[in-house]
């Protein structure tokens, strides 16, 4: 059970709404959020979708507040979303592995997307730090990303963003980076 791996949830959620629109205008973008999600299956209506949307602005206010510098609010806010959405770690038999942990599958679509979400990125935080949560800073794009960079300097969610006329200096800063690490 890689816990660390959900912070990848938590990541996808926030950037279903960017400078292309909300991905979760409807229960079809909450669909498709969960397709690739088998632990996530269940059914869902509108209520979950509501829920969704507002585990998404919760989870946003902590990257915002991380990439603006304010550890002590966005570690806040995530040890909030920790208390409200505990994980129910539980053993179970795998075929030719013993037993193993995994997460409890009950429970509602979005009390289980959120408790693997917060702790995903809670895990994260405690590995490498509050500071690597970042959001983009080209104009309009609002996406998150956890910023894997040795130097702790990235500023962009990708590299089309890096390469927008008001980020141009830092992007050609970031180009190099990516060059040098043989990227490009
Ligand atoms: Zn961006």
Redesign the pocket.
Same mark, same amino acid.
């Given at each position: 059970m890689d816990l660390a791996s959900y912070a990848d949830l938590a990541i996808e959620l926030v950037n279903t709404q960017d400078r292309a629109g909300d991905a979760l205008r409807d229960l079809d973008g909450l669909h498709a959020l969960l397709a690739r999600r088998p632990h996530l299956n269940g059914r869902i209506g509108h209520r979950d979708l509501d829920t969704v949307r507002g585990l998404r602005a919760q989870l946003r206010a902590v990257f915002v507040a991380a990439s603006g510098g304010d550890e002590d609010e966005a570690i806040e806010r995530l040890n909030s979303l920790l208390i409200q959405h505990p994980i129910h770690p539980q053993l179970a038999r795998h075929q030719d592995h013993g037993w193993h942990m995994r997460l409890n599958e009950a429970g509602s679509v979005p009390d289980r997307y959120a408790a693997r979400a917060a702790m995903g990125l809670a895990v994260k935080v405690a590995e490498h730090g509050i500071d690597r949560l970042g959001v #983009?800073r080209?104009d309009g &794009?609002g996406?998150v990303f956890f910023d894997t960079t040795a130097s702790r300097s990235r500023r962009? #969610?990708?590299d089309r &963003?890096a390469g927008r006329p008001n980020g141009m200096v830092t992007a050609l800063a970031h180009r190099n980076t990516v060059t040098r690490d043989g990227g490009q």
């Open positions: #983009c080209a &794009c996406r962009y #969610c990708s &963003c």
